[in-house]
């Protein structure tokens, strides 16, 4: 059904794209050519000028007719243009977005994080499900969004399916990401062909530090918190201080740390701008920020005693932290993460030779420095002097953003240098250095080929080629990559992603125990939760959260050696170990009443058995 809907969709994309292009050079010809304009000469402007003419005339208050019949006016052909512009970039956005949930990225439900997510929501739905659920009960210490709470009421008020609710809010908040990245984009640059380059780069997602990613396959607070920053940062950039500062508020009451981020950066410019906006101004903006996001201060500050030393780091908290999420301390990344970032961060750099208005490029510039010291900062804290609240707001995801603004940047030097005179060489050798934007994505060599490919044809065309196929072919190559690469691999689940055997135990669980029974759950396997509706011992997934939380790393800890964890690479083979007496000792100490196991000879009454596993009830 995925297929066929993107086949329509590219389908109707192909004939509206060309005709809102034709629209808005009809209009333009249309306009230009009516015998009311005064000429360039009268308004004083170059010849070339005379196509961004329209909003000249009305900046410059230039009275004239309405013309003759079948005429339009110049401020009607403006807008009519805008218009089409505007049509085209939804359509560009929304084929973008449909590639990438579709084919290029594939959307997932139920996997991954969602083995925790999912259960609060339906927590917060339904406060009787996973009673006595050691993870699911502390929700409230340690896991500060509204995100999820939101989507609980909605799921419960507007009686909406989970996996209807996520999937819509994920493709929605992957289009409103993309729509950001196209609006900064064209703002910066004034050419849509930049902007629409700087998607197909997006498209791909770019992982830098610690495993993290421009994308993410399912529905997370990142999710949904970047389209909010990146607009927050598009208002500030366009003086839109009100809705800059209100969205920087909402974007703590998602998720806090990427709020901080960007929330920091935008009040050095801020200091940078200050005869901009004034004491009194200022002030204004900060306290419509502080009332929107002041429930997540409240909530943060009425639990953060108890549950986390935010400049002690304790030894056992550390070694347990080295021990599930090594990527949390900078000394344990792998040499390929650290070559991801600093290509990243070289292509931004020779990026920047391509300058759009100055006043906007020096925001910029300020903004990617006060990113790049929280990064050092964050980095410094995790490493050489380990500071608690430095590791758990992990400013290494401050790439994120220079991940976005190095696609954009790198889109309007490229197109720049294709446009202009240069040299064969030096063009092609613009499109060399996209190579720091694709190392390491799915696929990255043959996308890169084809990209080069790509510049070689535009290089070696003549005349006004690029400025007249430019958009299409970028459009085309996200079509061709996305089928020749991607649409093999289509496997998009609105429904739980999980292993088939192990969502139908699970299912089983839900329908025949009790709402207040306990699991022993395979622990090395994640999500048992997710479908059954039930408390667990635990899983090895539940000790990332300790990052926010120092006590909860010991409880998790305990509760995985009961189970016979030794070492990760020996987890499964020792747990399978464990006789029923070992069974029955840990089902008494923490009052479990069924076990769930890829062992069929354990003698303990079998209820449900899959290709792979066996449901037990613990005698």
């Known amino acids: 059904t995925g297929l066929r809907l993107y086949v329509i969709f590219v389908s109707v994309f192909q004939v509206v794209s060309p005709s809102t292009n034709i629209i808005i050079l009809f209009y333009r010809r249309q306009a230009l050519s009516s015998p009311q304009l005064p000429n360039a000469a009268e308004l004083d402007l170059p ?71 999912i259960p609060y929501v339906k927590a917060y739905i339904n406060p009787q499900l996973y009673s006595g659920d050691y993870l699911i009960d502390l929700k409230y210490d340690y896991y500060y969004t509204y995100l999820w709470l939101f989507m609980a009421a909605l799921a419960k008020n507007l009686h909406i399916q989970l996996t209807h609710l996520f999937f819509v809010s994920y493709f929605v908040s992957l289009y409103m990401t993309f729509l950001g990245i196209y609006l900064i984009a064209r703002l910066l640059f004034k050419k849509a062909e930049i902007a629409v ?209 190095a696609m954009i940047y790198f889109a309007g030097w490229y197109f720049t240098r294709l446009d202009s005179g240069k040299s064969a060489a030096a063009k092609l050798g613009a499109g060399l250095v996209s190579i720091g934007l694709f190392y390491n994505m799915e696929n990255w060599l043959y996308i890169y080929m084809l990209f080069m490919l790509f510049t070689a044809v535009f290089v070696f065309s003549r005349g006004e080629t690029i400025k007249k196929y430019f958009t299409p072919a970028v459009l085309a190559l996200t079509t061709l990559v996305t089928a020749v690469l991607f649409a093999a691999k289509i496997r998009v689940l609105v429904n739980n992603a999980q292993d088939v055997d192990y969502l139908n135990i699970q299912l089983w669980a839900r329908e025949n125990t009790k709402i207040t029974d306990k699991f022993i759950a395979i622990p090395y396997w994640e999500g048992f939760r997710v479908e059954s509706e039930r408390a667990i011992l635990g899983e090895w997934k539940d000790g990332t959260m300790m990052v926010h939380m120092h006590n909860f790393g010991p409880i998790w800890y305990k509760r995985m050696q009961a189970l016979g964890f030794k070492n990760w690479a020996d987890f499964k083979k020792d747990f399978e170990k464990l006789d029923e007496d070992a069974f029955r000792k840990v089902a008494k100490e923490y009052d479990m009443q069924y076990l769930v196991s890829e062992r069929k000879d354990l003698k303990f009454p079998m209820l449900y058995r899959s290709n792979i596993f066996y449901l037990y009830r613990i005698n």
Not at 67 to 85: D, I, Q
Not at 315 to 344: N, T
């Open 47 to 117: 010849e070339k000028s005379m196509v961004k003419s329209a909003m000249e005339v009305k900046l410059r208050k230039v009275k004239f007719g309405r013309g003759s019949a079948g005429l339009l006016t110049e401020e009607k052909a403006s807008v009519l243009a805008g218009r089409s512009e505007t049509l085209f970039m939804l359509f560009a956005v929304l084929f973008v977005t449909a590639a990438s949930v579709f084919f290029i990225n594939r959307y997932r439900y139920g996997m991954w994080d969602h083995s925790i997510m």
């Open 197 to 405: 380059l700087s998607l197909f780069f997006a498209v791909f997602g770019k992982l830098y530090f610690a495993e993290a990613g421009t994308i993410v396959l399912i529905l997370v607070t990142k999710t949904v918190v970047t389209p909010v920053l990146l607009f927050s940062i598009y208002f500030f950039l366009r003086k839109k201080y009100w809705a800059s500062f209100i969205l920087q508020g909402a974007a703590f009451l998602i998720n806090p740390a990427p709020a901080l981020y960007v929330s920091a950066a935008i009040f050095i410019l801020c200091l940078k701008n200050f005869k901009d906006f004034g004491f009194k101004k200022l002030s204004l903006y900060y306290a419509a920020f502080l009332a929107v996001a002041s429930p997540a201060f409240i909530w943060r500050l009425s639990v953060q005693a108890k549950t986390f030393h935010m400049f002690t780091a304790v030894p056992e908290w550390m070694s347990l932290l080295k021990l599930k999420s090594p990527h949390q301390l900078p000394l344990l990344w792998h040499s390929k993460d650290i070559l991801e970032a600093m290509l990243v961060t070289a292509v931004l750099f020779v990026s920047f030779k391509q300058k759009p208005e100055k006043s906007l490029h020096g925001n910029i510039l300020l903004f990617t420095s006060t990113l790049f010291a929280l990064c050092a900062a964050g980095i410094f804290f995790s490493s050489a002097v380990i500071v608690p609240f430095a590791v758990s707001l992990e400013f290494y995801r401050v790439l994120q953003f220079i991940c976005y603004l």
